[in-house]
């Protein structure tokens, strides 16, 4: 199988991570507008969550064999904490992948205009009845969960052509419980991309939040890989001699 350029895979990420955004941030403020305001319903959370879905699943076929369909730095440093792609490509990836979700905030303004601003444009953020504590271990366990999916979904011993489904229906049910407390975001260029745009339009930031939410993914990403990791292994007694060697692992 060819080798996509380092520059294909990072154009790759851009285009998958600003579409993830359009569809999936754009889903909110336009729920917002269509619906008539916050807080959603059980129904309207259903849609968002499943505007998310169609979204990854979508760009993992897209784009899955090209850049392995990240689109989310904390599933990034994820598979490099764990060896799983090299840590010299890690900057690479999450620059693209900042700037397509800010791509994709754009695009939410240019088709919805500024009601999408004035409709909160999809940032996350916690309310003043959740403390920065509960924020945290909110985002943290959605990206374990998440992140744990990917690795188990692109493991070489899972069933083929199933995993951008297996990553979205994730995506989807990681959403429903953790949206109200946080916004669900589990992704920090889906964090920083509306944060961004929000700002440039004159929304309302909480720029006080984001390490909150910035940690959370990343160490929940990084638990998550890392319990992948040891589930997976074989003691070496357990391991039966074959004649061709097997390669396994998390695909990058």
Known sequence: ?????????????????????????????????????APFTMAQLGIISLAFATAVIGMAYAIGHISGCHINPAVTLALAATRNMPWRDVPGYVVAQVVGAVLGALAIVGVLGHKAVDAGLGIAAYGSGVGAGQAFFAEAVGTFILTLVVFGAVDRRA??????????????AVIIPVAPATGSSINPARTLGPMITGELFGGTVHWSQLPVYLLAEVVGAVAAGTLHTALKARPAAAVVQVSEPVSEGVAS
Request: charged share 10%; net charge negative; proline share 4%.
């Open 159 to 172: 069933a083929g052509g199933f995993a951008g489904l297996a990553i979205g229906f994730a995506v989807f």
């Open 1 to 37: 199988m060819e080798e996509n350029s380092y520059p294909q895979k990072l154009l790759a990420e851009v285009l998958g991570t600003a579409v993830l955004v359009f569809i999936g941030v754009g889903s909110v403020p336009a729920t917002a507008i269509v619906g008539g305001g």
